[in-house]
């Protein structure tokens, strides 16, 4: 999956977040290092989601995205 992600320079590095994921960031000393610690979080982020919702009634929908 693509996620679109923000970043942010700071005195330290970058600051990277996103959007569509309400409180998933990370950061780095380089972009590089950001956008390879957000697939991380990311991934931690998803694997939290699952599993605080693994007992509850779900279901699918698809978007078409324009």
């Known amino acids: 999956m693509r996620y679109k992600v ?3 320079k700071t005195e330290e590095g ?3 977040w996103v959007p569509g994921l309400p ?3 990370s950061q780095g000393k ?3 290092e ?3 610690n957000i697939k991380d ?3 931690l982020y ?3 989601v699952e599993e605080l919702t693994k007992d509850k ?3 699918y929908v698809e978007v078409a995205h324009a």
């Open 30 to 32: 380089t972009e590089a």
């Open 6 to 8: 923000n970043l942010k």
């Open 34 to 36: 950001a956008l390879e």
């Open 23 to 25: 409180g998933c960031w």
């Open 46 to 48: 998803l694997e939290t």
């Open 14 to 16: 970058y600051s990277i």
């Open 41 to 43: 979080a990311i991934q």
């Open 57 to 59: 009634e779900s279901r």
